[in-house]
């Protein structure tokens, strides 16, 4: 039986639709940034950016770009009506204190037991690390949107992150473009599989055991 | 009658020494301290230790500084941008140091040093590579790693206004480290777009209270810095 993966696009709509009411949420640099474009316009969220932002909105329309007011990403932003600015100290409070509800994050790789690596893939390239670490040990949920596969193929879920980690234990719940896998104290449990792809090949494509939700809903 | 506004941007740096660590305000593009940046070029200090968010974007302001060979060390939390070339050429030829911290732990290292804390302990980073070598310890359940206070010799900001006594507010996202960065240098200069009466700044809405300020000095808005009708605001 054949499956198509999701886009990157369909990923973080998912993602969107997951997101309550009333949540202070921290969308990442990269690939997260595009759950912005699907947040239910019936719901009222908070977009926190790490830069001093709560309640920030969207893209600037061409031509009302205001430079001093960015994103995590330095992009261009726009503030909704109510939102506010305040500095970096108070700004990583809200992320390390645990105020964020959800963080949305990128990752190289994610551990069975919640590992993320997502700062730096060793070697020769620079380390730079940003908020990733305050964010992965701050928030009260950190979700992890990625792909399933690495671009040879191999699994981005591992038993043990072999990239430097970001944090410990941290990642409750991964997106990807196979599957919706939470991170549980009895292991991985996937749902919400593409169609057409069977619980048992998404095992043979994940590098650790899994196990089907079943009868109980993601939660 | 006391008054921190100095004539020029070089009265402002006249007394930077060699080897001082420099504050840079800064996230991005917005609020980096440029002209400040350009006139510590020109005062000529050397062996600076930087500390900024980054280090530094194309060939202008702590890019230049870099490129001048003007800093020993860079202290920050994302070296690597799309045009960080002239930090890259300087690290792989070994010719600069760099310390990178997480970015709260960065802000909150500064904060400590602005409020006399000597150290405190962070979860963040705790069991990777950036914690290697330092102290831990379980707090309720949980690693957290020990941080010291990261103090300046100097700290340049940018705000927008400013009064003789040093009261500043900043303007939107450009706000980020400078509050912070104010608080934790034995001398702080805020270069601001605009110099009001005393009074002027609502009491309620001072974002850094003069007393974290040592010097304030004026500099022409660039024509791009956009600027819409609401900022004023």
Redesign the interface.
Known sequence: MSYAKLTREQIAARIARDIPEGAYVNLGIGMPTLVGNHLPKDREIFLHSENGILGMGPAPAPGEEDADLINAGKEPVTLLTGGAYFHHTDSFAMMRGRHLDIAVLGAFQVSVSGDLANWHTGGDAIPAVGGAMDLAVGAKNVWVMMEHLTKSGESKIVPRCTYPLTGIGVVKRIYTDLAVIDVTPRGLVAGQLVPGLSFDELQRLTGVPISPSGARAAA | MIDKIVPSIEAALADVRDGSTVLVGG?????VPEELVDALIAQGAKDLTIVNNNAGNAEFGVAALLKAGRVRKVVC?????AD?HV??AL?RAGKIE?E??????L??R??AAGAGIGAFY?????????AKGKETRMIDGR?HVLEHALRGAIALVKAERGDRWGNLV???????????MASAAKCTIAQVYEIVELGALDPECI?TPGIFVTRVVKVPRKK?????AE?AA
Request: hydrophobic share 25%.
């Open positions: 996230f991005g593009g917005a609020g939390s994302y070296p690597r941008t960080s930090f890259e690290y760099l990178l911290v997480p970015q709260g732990t802000s909150e500064m904060r962070t979860p963040t980073g705790y069991g990777t590579d950036l690693g900043y303007r939107k996202s450009a706000r980020n480290f400078g509050p912070t974002v791009t810095t956009v600027v819409p900022a």
